[in-house]
Each structure stands twice: as C-alpha cells, then as structure tokens.
C-alpha cells in the first residue's frame, strides 16, 4: 500500500494516483512532495497537506533533484521528474504546469 495514498487520492484522478502509488520510481515521499507540488500546492501548504515541516518537504525535493541530477530549483525539478521515463505516465504530462513561482 502506498503510505501517502490519501494525500494524493485526493488530488489526483484514480488512474494517475494507481500509476504513482504503484511506481518504485523514487521514493514515497519524493514521489508525493514533487506530485503535490505538480497540481500547484506551494512548498508550504504541500508540506501541511503531507503533515510536515516545509524544510522536511524541501528536503524531500533535494534528495528527488539530487537523484535525477537536476538544479533545485522546483518547476524544473517537477518537469524532470514528469519528464524521466520511469515516471509513471498519468494525465499530468498532458496537463500544464504552472508558470508561478513556488515558496
């Protein structure tokens, strides 16, 4: 079961939560903190969404960013993340992202 299921059920379309929750690409916490930032949560109202502190969910982006080798800088982190081929393919990569900046 994946840990984070009712945060992201509640976001996202049934078919696009199944590819997240059942992907071994990153972890549950990467794949939850980029995926919410992704449907245009800031870093503060996605960390209370996840029930953390902001600096435990950034932290959770630097590690993703780390691993895919990318700036940590969040929309190009999310497009990165969206864009890796083992990324599980959901309705986000159709949709677009956001041009505002997050904080």
């Known amino acids: 079961m994946f840990p984070y299921g009712s945060v992201l059920a509640a976001v ?42 902001p600096t435990t969910l950034t932290s959770y982006l630097a590690s993703a960013a780390h691993e895919l080798g990318c700036p940590q800088r969040i929309s190009l982190l999310v497009h990165r993340a969206y864009s890796h081929p083992d990324f599980p393919p959901t309705d986000a990569h159709r949709r677009p992202l956001s041009g505002s900046r997050r904080g």
């Open 12 to 53: 996202l379309p049934p078919r696009e939560y199944q590819a997240i929750a059942t992907s071994t690409f990153l972890n549950p916490n990467q794949l939850t903190a980029i995926t919410l930032v992704a449907v245009g949560h800031t870093l503060k109202s996605a960390a209370q969404t996840r029930g953390v502190k």
